[in-house]
């Protein structure tokens, strides 16, 4: 009979096994919150662009409607 503390090859398979089993399934929650996460910045991410677009587009709209400057600078008198 084998000792506890002798186990037998196939035991330290099984154990191997068992441990690279867990191992998988925990890499692979991992792997399904690490999607979730990335979808949900990627989604905010076009959002910000987005947003960006949107404000550029207002500041470039606003500063069509000022006046033309003088081509004279400022420090020169009339």
Not at 18 to 40: F, I, K, V, Y
């Amino acid at each position: 009979m084998t000792a506890m503390s002798d186990p037998s090859p196939s035991d330290l398979l099984v154990e191997r096994v068992e441990r690279l089993l867990l191992r998988h399934d925990e890499l692979h929650r991992t792997n399904a919150l690490l999607s979730g996460q990335l979808a949900a910045v990627t989604r905010e991410r076009d959002s910000l662009k987005s947003r960006l677009a949107a404000a550029r587009a207002r500041v470039d709209a606003l500063i069509e409607r000022l006046p033309a400057n003088d081509t004279r600078p400022a420090d020169e008198g009339p």
